[in-house]
């Protein structure tokens, strides 16, 4: 625990106390902290990929076989049956320090599905986690002053993210697949700091009380995908998706005297992908794309944002059992620019191998699809963020008969 | 899913077991644990420090500041003092009433006869009592100029009419005893016929009175109790029965008398003196926001004048408290209502702890100015304290302070702060 003293604020020490105040309060920017990569921006975008698709190097556009994933809406023409699914991702996550690393976690549902095909028609809607904010840092310090000397444990929070609801319609014409989505884009974040001083040192009947803080912000933004899916031939299918997304409103409704709101430009994206059955066991899978972020981050105090490219691929092989039902297993790799990073810092990438298997249950009702990622993001000494992390990824889904 | 269907075997597993997998994986799922950070200036985050600031009272938009005497006199004091030192005189004063006419004894009432012996009880608290070299005399004269407990001083009897001399108008010497060492009780005996003097007491309610002096250069008594002792015959019996009586009336005479006030700030003395303040505090100071933050400490800080001459010297602790005033004292003045304590508990005033002058006494009002500090402008509170020392009136010496017309010794606010975060998009 260090000692800093604050001191009188007198002659020169208050004009130090008041550009310590400014520097502080007004520009949080971490020179090479403890810097979650939920911390930047809107925090750490989430792929809203089922554990097959994580598996494959997160390659969800135009994948044989159905994916649960969020991304085309044409994608939807792929189901012949009413299914609903829903994907857990629970996340250690290592973050790298100056002085070693330190171990946290993260849960997430990045992806509920629902879809019915009606015909040539399909109908589908969508709970996706979009980004994730969450992270919680604690610290200790001591405060010296004219009252006495008071040790103090401050605890700094965010919690929350952006989600989106969403609504598809897709349809077969011939041999392609086109579909739309609408897409409201929700959430909020809750920024807290609390400071628990200690009675002084000197005389513990003397105490300074606590120190607290917090905002909250509302987040609403509007979004269209629409898109396109064919199957060229029985072992090769093709995918591609365009997104258009409003501005995102974020509005401060917390019960501070200042209530602020913010327009935050949203990225225009786009995305490429397909598999394609190289044997009659084993499937590969290439998706990438792009996502014009990086005309959002003045919005943000401490944060830049810059454009994205992701690619992922992955194989399936299915030529394993296990018990008697069929085992796929699965591996791929992927590469994603996250669009958040601290101020003046370099871009954020994440890079991952995947590996998973699936296995169907409950007489073929149900299917069941797992995924390990072990991957790191970020640069400590270049990007102010680094971790390293195993995301483990469940999905459940269920099938009408 | 048809293509699902298709990929996969048509093997299944059962369910259940697949589902206890599952939530296996499930409760291996990481919590989210709180990262720890060193250093709060590059910790992620926003946040705001807890600053000191320090406001010189000449700075505020508005601050005056006063002493009051008078909230506790020789009269209601506890102190009484016998001096005969170059320093001080004293003297108490003191009447004797409700002497009886009738005793109770062993369950039956029976009429005193005669006051056979009298004298004077002093306990005398021998820690602050200075007792001559060559020894001292206690005497007990009969005051021949009637006075008002209240009002009576070392030169006046009463509001507007002095002493004959004075000191109080010194008549027959009632009792008298000399001691050449220091003891916790003091008998002094009426040399007087007792029988008369209490007889004559009884019948005037113990008026004019009398008054007690010490002779014996340098001494100075602090009698902490007087009772008057008789022995009386009573009808019926032929032992004598003792009684005991308080005198009431009582008061205390002092030469030289507690300097007025003036514009000078102290606590202490007798008649016991207050300092009570008003001010306002800015909004900001320094660019650091004041209105609006939360106020970990506030504090109102007074510097230690020069230690007053003997006899007003201060030399024992006092215990100080602010109070929250609740109108303006300099409309109302000295009766000023007092409110609330403005913290916990009180501040030592320790003579010796102040020093050198400039030394600080620093008394909280952090209930007041955190509240000032968060409430709507239109609403806050005024900003009005009081000090009151503890005990009042238990001793004459008193502590100068300096007001805000003493250059270098004007008080002043000390604050620590934690201005409102001014959160944005992280």
Not at chain 2, 26 to 36: G, N, R, W
Not at chain 2, 96 to 121: G, H, K, Q, W, Y
Not at chain 2, 168 to 183: Q, V
Request: include cysteine; hydrophobic fraction near 45%; aromatic fraction near 8%.
């Amino acid at each position: 625990m260090r000692t800093r003293t604050k001191g009188p604020a007198r002659k020169g020490g208050r004009a130090v106390a008041a550009l310590a105040l400014a520097l502080l309060s007004l520009r949080a920017a971490p020179a090479a902290a403890q810097t979650p990569a939920t911390a930047p921006g809107l925090g750490q975008t989430v792929p809203a990929a089922d554990a097959r698709a994580a598996a494959m190097g997160g390659a969800r556009l135009g994948l044989i076989g159905g994916s649960l994933s969020v991304l085309n809406p044409a994608d939807l023409t792929g189901f012949s049956r009413p299914a609903l699914g829903m994907t857990i991702s629970p996340e250690g996550v290592s973050v790298k320090t100056e002085g070693g690393s330190q171990g946290t976690g993260r849960s997430r549902v990045p992806v509920v599905v629902a879809v019915v095909p009606r015909g040539s028609w399909a109908f589908g809607a969508s709970f996706v986690a979009e980004t994730d904010q969450d992270w919680s840092i604690q610290l200790s310090d001591t405060l010296s002053t004219a009252f006495g000397t008071f040790p103090f444990e401050e605890r700094r929070e965010h919690d929350g993210g952006l989600s989106s609801v969403n609504l598809t319609v897709a349809r077969t014409i011939g041999s392609i697949g086109a579909g739309i989505e609408a897409g409201f884009l929700t959430g909020g974040l809750r920024q807290t700091f609390f400071r628990n001083f200690e009675t002084a040192i000197e005389d513990p009947t003397v105490g300074i009380g606590v120190a607290r803080g917090e905002a909250r912000f509302g987040y609403s933004a509007f979004r269209l995908r629409g898109g396109l899916a064919t199957q060229l031939s029985p072992g090769l299918r093709v995918s591609g998706m365009l997104s258009w997304t409003g501005d995102l409103e974020a509005k401060q409704d917390t019960a501070a005297r200042e209530v602020a709101r913010y327009e935050i430009p949203m990225p225009v994206e786009w995305a490429l992908g397909g598999s394609y059955r190289v044997a009659s066991r084993l499937l590969v899978s290439a998706a990438g794309g792009w996502a014009g972020w990086g005309g959002s981050g003045d919005a943000f105090v401490s944060s830049e944002a810059s454009d994205v490219w992701w690619l992922g691929v992955g194989a399936e092989w299915l030529g394993l059992r296990l018990f008697g039902a069929g085992l796929p297993v699965r591996a791929g790799f992927r590469r994603t620019g996250l669009p958040f990073h601290p101020v003046d810092r370099d871009p954020i990438t994440e890079t991952a191998f995947t590996f998973g298997a699936g296995i169907d249950v409950a007489g073929g009702i149900a299917t069941m699809d797992a995924a390990l990622e072990l991957g790191s993001r970020g640069d400590l000494a270049a990007s102010g963020v680094e971790e390293s992390f195993t995301r483990f990824s469940l999905s459940l889904s269920v099938t009408q008969p | 899913m048809k293509a699902t269907a298709a990929a996969r075997s048509a093997g299944v597993l059962p369910g259940r077991a697949v589902s206890l997998l599952a939530i296996a994986a499930i409760a291996a799922a990481c919590t989210e644990t709180p990262l720890e950070e060193v250093d709060p200036a590059s910790a992620p985050g926003q946040s705001t420090p807890t600053v000191e600031i320090e406001i010189p009272v000449d700075a505020l938009p508005f601050w005056r500041d006063t002493a009051y005497a008078g909230y506790a006199i020789p009269a209601t004091s506890s102190l009484r003092l016998l001096a005969d030192s170059a320093d001080l005189q004293a003297r108490v004063l003191g009447r004797v009433f409700n002497l009886p006419d009738s005793i109770l004894v062993t369950d039956t009432t029976r009429a005193v006869e005669r006051f056979d012996a009298a004298f004077f009880r002093l306990l005398v608290e021998t820690g602050d009592t200075v007792f001559a070299a060559g020894g001292a005399e206690v005497e007990v004269f009969a005051i021949e100029t009637p006075y008002v407990q209240r009002e009576a001083t070392w030169g006046l009897a009463a509001d507007g009419e002095p002493w004959t001399t004075p000191g109080g108008d010194l008549g027959a010497l009632l009792a008298t005893a000399a001691f050449d060492s220091l003891r916790d009780t003091l008998v002094v005996p009426v040399v007087v016929d007792a029988d008369s003097l209490l007889r004559s007491w009884r019948s005037s309610n113990g008026e004019p009175g009398f008054v007690v002096r010490v002779t014996g250069a340098g001494t100075v008594l602090d009698v902490r109790a007087l009772a008057l002792g008789f022995e009386a015959s009573v009808t019926g019996i032929d032992t004598l029965v003792s009684g005991f009586r308080t005198p009431g009336g009582a008061t205390m005479l002092f030469d030289p008398e507690t300097p007025a006030p003036g514009s000078a700030l102290r606590l202490g003395a007798l008649p016991a003196a207050r300092i009570y303040t008003s001010f306002d505090l800015p909004d900001t100071w320094d660019d650091v926001p004041i209105r609006g933050s939360t106020v970990n400490r506030a504090a109102l800080v007074f510097r230690a004048g020069p230690s007053e001459p003997a006899p007003f010297t201060l030399m024992s602790t006092l215990a100080v408290t602010a109070v929250q005033l609740l109108a303006d004292p300099f409309v109302i003045g000295p009766k000023t209502p007092v409110g609330l304590t403005l913290s916990s508990g009180s501040v030592p005033l320790d003579p010796e702890g102040l020093g050198e002058t400039g030394g600080e006494l620093v008394v909280p009002i952090t209930s007041l100015v955190a509240l000032w500090a968060v409430a709507d402008p239109d609403s806050a509170p005024a900003l009005r304290v009081g000090l009151i020392a503890d005990p009042e009136g238990g001793a004459l010496g008193y502590q100068r302070l300096g007001s805000s017309s003493d250059a270098g010794l004007r008080p002043s606010i000390r604050m620590l702060v934690t201005p409102r975060v001014p959160f944005r998009l992280p």
